[in-house]
């Protein structure tokens, strides 16, 4: 098997070939830290954070990178609005941002560059284009002159000519910098300082960076030249991405990434959602006032492909609730019999491990991920294996016996675990512990010390030895004795 990939620039499904072996770069265009992150936030860091997974558990060494833009209007009219500057807005969004993405259990990028720490490279960046033909200065402003770089258009597939005959002068009218450029398709590397508005010193004055630039500078910075995959929202591939290529690619003379990744839209029921239709929804807003549970809403956007657009419903929320149940009780399943995802890593010998049961699962999940992370259908693998071990615990509840064959129920267990956790879809430690009932730490019930002595007894038919000294050992540390007897019979009592 091999992982394919949907790269957008050349409109296709291609294998994934990292420029260096076993190790991927990866920068996902972050936040501009001007309000609280929304839906369609949580659902592009979640998509990302779930690539980083996968391509973590393949077994690449992965380094993920991902800005904040700290420098732009947005931040600079909610700092007058607030009455405020953009440096306290940046902070107190940054911090904000950090707080979402941890209850929705994303995994912290291994860098966060912000455009404010990188000034010299920035307009190092900028000089350079100026110096090969690619960039001119206008009474303190810089911009980049779009058809001295010939391959514009490559990613979003758009043409200038096409795109100026059907602008209708509209270009011109909504720009109000179109006087100073040489062609209206031209965009900004450098603005000159206004009034009252923060700004660093350059050679062609004071003034701040664009936008895109920021982004070249960022990815240079931290990754180099080329890197194996740039991501991000849709909405991002024109004109950000594209501009982000010409800046780099100018002046390096190399890809700036080999693969290109656009996730798709986030509407609400229907309509695409925007602050201007009302239906604008903070991921605070939805975790506190809404009371959805943040693997809900992961589940919620895992549950359709992450190129095609989703449609924020009550319906669609309540699914995904009803999901999460289900996979929820899977999860928990082995602590209903005092066991954790450690308590049996070596029943099976060497021989046998082939044919662990949840090889199948892991085979099935592996083909869907492996096909552009197609988590649908891994998601899928999950839940049979979820539906499964809710069968057993049913069984269990009605009879009150424990399951025969624990053993490979529990490696069916450690394989939803492993495969939930690639998809950042884990239970809490609270949620744990409240499974075991009135059992605490230091006191477990009747049915899981049973468990534990039916896995011990397993481990000793299979010779391994250091897996039963454990789990004796284990059950000691919790106040309980065992008592072998001749025909493999155990005793036990509680000191």
């Known amino acids: 098997m091999s992982l394919s990939l949907y790269n957008t620039l050349t409109r296709q499904k291609e294998i994934f070939q990292p420029l260096t072996p076993g190790q991927v770069t990866i920068y996902c265009c972050g936040v501009t830290v001007y309000d609280y992150c929304h839906l369609g936030h949580a659902r592009s860091y979640m998509v990302w954070d779930v690539l980083r997974r996968y391509l973590k558990w393949l077994g690449y060494h992965v380094r993920y990178v991902q800005n904040f833009t700290d420098i732009d209007d947005k931040i600079l009219n909610r700092a007058k609005a607030e009455q405020s500057t953009m440096k306290a807005i940046a902070e107190k969004y940054t911090s904000a941002y950090f707080e979402d993405m941890a209850r929705l259990n994303i995994v912290p990028a291994d860098d966060y560059p912000r455009a404010t720490h990188l000034l010299n490279g920035i307009t190092r960046l900028i000089h350079q284009l100026e110096q090969r033909g690619y960039a001119y200065a206008v009474d303190g402003d810089v911009y980049y002159a779009v058809r001295q770089f010939t391959r514009y258009g490559k990613l979003s597939g758009r043409q200038l000519e096409q795109m100026q005959a059907g602008a209708s002068g509209r270009v011109e009218a909504d720009d109000p910098d179109a006087i100073k450029k040489k062609d209206p398709f031209d965009f900004a590397l450098w603005k000159k300082a206004k009034p009252g508005e923060p700004s660093w010193e350059s050679e062609w004055g004071s003034g701040r960076p664009g936008w895109h630039i920021e982004c070249s500078a960022m990815v240079h910075h931290c990754l180099g030249d080329s890197i194996d995959i740039h991501c991000g929202g849709s909405d991002l591939i024109f004109p ?256």
């Open 240 to 495: 950000h991405h594209e501009n982000e290529i010409a800046q780099s690619e100018a002046v390096s003379g190399k890809p700036l990434a080999t693969y290109w990744l656009h996730n798709g839209f986030v509407n609400v029921r229907g309509e695409k959602m925007s602050k201007s239709l009302g239906n604008f929804t903070t991921i605070r807003q939805l975790l506190d006032h809404g009371q959805v549970h943040p693997m809900v809403l992961r589940l919620f956007v895992l549950q359709a492909h992450y190129r095609k657009p989703i449609d924020f419903t009550d319906d669609a929320i309540a699914s995904a609730e009803r999901s999460w149940r289900t996979l929820k009780e899977g999860l928990l399943f082995g602590y209903q019999f005092g066991l954790n995802h450690g308590d049996v890593p070596e029943i099976y010998g060497t021989s046998a491990m082939e044919d662990k049961p949840g090889q199948d699962s892991i085979t099935a999940f592996q083909t869907a991920m492996d096909d552009d992370c197609n988590t649908p259908e891994a998601l899928a693998v999950l839940f049979e294996l979820a539906k499964e071990l809710r069968r057993e615990s049913n069984m269990c509840l009605h009879t009150g016996n424990t399951p025969f064959n624990l053993v490979a129920l529990h490696h069916k267990w450690q394989t939803l675990g492993t495969l939930a956790g690639v998809l950042g879809l884990e239970v809490t430690r609270e949620e744990e512990q409240n499974q075991g009932g009135s059992a605490t730490v230091n006191q477990l019930r009747d049915d899981q010390i049973e468990a534990l002595i039916h896995l011990r007894q397993t481990a000793r038919v299979a010779k391994n030895w250091s897996e039963s000294d454990r789990i004796r050992t284990h059950l000691q540390e919790h106040g309980i004795t065992l008592i072998d007897q001749p025909g493999g019979i155990t005793h036990w009592h509680r000191t």
